[in-house]
């Protein structure tokens, strides 16, 4: 599903002459095998924690639910494998006496795991638990495994892991190479042409021949005066981790599936679109938009474990009530040229524009939208029914952004159903406000499908 996206990404970016300039040509193995300097999306996660000691933020939980005949102690050995096929997850991080941050890559790293019997009530108690106990990432495995038998037919396990190896397509990976690990314990992984550290080092070796044509466009694209922000005008700063959560089922989901046929766009290009109508009923003529793109474009990257993503800003002309069509129509046009220099690190941009306090919330844009299409089943492992939920702990979803809006888009056609998580600081916002965005989002989507806004 992840390479059908890509695959039309390509396509959308050919069309419209913006390749790109990111070449195609393979990554080298690095020269050392235990060190590796920080890929951009690590350094962005590192500075963090080294701002914020103790923080959770960047703690992800997954709780899974296998039904059927599962072996525990089967499916912790799985995870053992696949933890000795990936080196991000043997991985430690480290700031040298000079400041410079590196990732130390270990030949093992144990890594935190229990298998008890439990009820499911005291199973997910124990797993929200391990999710809001900081990682000390210079020292502990960037993950964590619980395992529960809580039926005679019934397992659930908790994966705790960092957000510094984690990004969309991440779980995607990890499900596929733990159900193989699962079923076919005596059958060896296949061979990764690179390893996450391997591009990690060429990025690095990349960025000063990519760097200025992208910085060119980004700078003018966001220069000021810039959209002011929508969402956080009222005098609230978000500048704590604290947060609560709303999740919400899209009564128009099939409305937006009309509207982008009907403007020949991707669901996410016009979810984007109604999004920014809703900011632009304050009465701004533009409002920016953040995003979170993968960079997994290299030969090998598609099979990594590991965080390759990286925040675009989007800056969409709303006006006062634009029309639909010519609303969505730029907004797939910023999209597409945003996508083709995508590779330049964010923080990049930032420092070009003034610079980002790493204990502050985003200067450019105050929501943060990420659209997760297909999604996955989560490993299915034989004799076994799947099921599996984000935990929530407590905490800002992507640190100090006000709202972290992720979509899960279920199924397909007349059967597919779309999720929003709505992940928002608690002094930016309180619950009854997102709500009310979510439901106005709702009414957007269903009123640009009958092009009556």
């Given at each position: 599903m992840i390479a059908d996206r890509r695959a039309l990404l390509r396509e959308r970016l050919a069309s419209a002459g913006l390749r790109g300039t990111t070449d195609v040509q393979g990554v080298p193995r690095r020269g050392t095998p235990e060190r590796a300097r920080l890929s951009f999306a690590q350094a962005h996660t590192w500075r963090y924690e080294r701002a914020h000691p103790g923080s959770v933020s960047n703690n992800l939980g997954l709780l899974l639910t296998f039904t059927g005949e599962v072996d525990e102690n089967a499916l912790v050995a799985a995870m053992t494998r696949v933890v000795q096929h990936h080196e991000i997850l043997r991985t430690t991080y480290h700031t040298g006496p000079d400041d410079d941050s590196f990732q130390r890559i270990h030949p093992t790293l144990p890594f935190p795991c229990t298998v008890t019997r439990a009820s499911a009530d005291d199973a997910v108690a124990a797993a929200q638990s391990a999710l809001c106990a900081p990682f000390n990432l210079?020292?502990?495995a960037p993950l964590r495994l619980l395992v529960f038998r809580t039926q005679a037919d019934q397992v659930m396990a908790a994966i705790i892991v960092h957000h510094i190896l984690w990004d969309g397509a991440t779980f995607d990976v990890l499900s596929k190479e733990l159900e193989q690990?699962?079923?076919q314990p005596?059958?060896?992984l296949p061979d990764l042409p690179i390893q996450y550290a391997d591009l990690a080092e060429w990025q690095r070796d990349q960025h000063a021949r990519i760097r200025d044509g992208h910085l060119a466009y980004w700078t003018g694209r966001l220069a000021a005066p810039r959209p002011p922000h929508t969402l956080s005008s009222a005098g609230k700063a978000a500048v704590s981790e604290s947060a609560g959560r709303v999740d919400y089922r899209l009564t128009a989901a099939a409305a937006l599936a009309q509207l982008a046929a009907r403007n020949k766009v991707t669901p996410f290009v016009a979810f984007l679109a109604c999004w920014a109508a809703v900011l632009g009923r304050e009465g701004v003529a533009e409002?920016?938009?953040?995003?979170?793109v993968l960079t997994r474009d290299q030969p090998g990257a598609d099979g990594l474990i590991g965080n390759l993503a990286n925040h675009i800003v989007l800056r969409l002309p709303v006006g006062v009530a634009p029309e639909s069509t010519a609303l969505v129509a730029a907004t797939a046009r910023e999209f597409d040229a945003a996508l083709a220099h995508r590779d330049l690190p964010f923080e990049d941009i930032t420092d070009a524009l003034g610079g980002q306090d790493v204990g502050a919330p985003p200067t450019l844009f105050d929501s943060l939208v990420i659209f997760i299409p297909g999604?996955?089943?989560?490993?299915?492992?034989?004799?076994?029914?799947?099921?599996w939920r984000r935990l929530h702990n407590g905490a800002t979803q992507f640190p100090l952004v006000p709202l972290g809006i992720e979509v899960f888009v279920r199924g397909r056609g007349a059967e597919a159903v779309i999720d929003v998580e709505a992940t928002y600081a608690r002094n930016a916002f309180d619950i009854k406000t997102i709500n009310e965005l979510l439901a106005r989002l709702d009414r957007t989507i269903h009123d640009a499908a009958r092009e009556v806004w």
């Open positions: 210079e020292s502990d690990a699962y079923a005596s059958v060896a409002v920016t938009v953040g995003t979170t999604g996955t089943d989560g490993p299915r492992l034989p004799g076994a029914r799947t099921r």
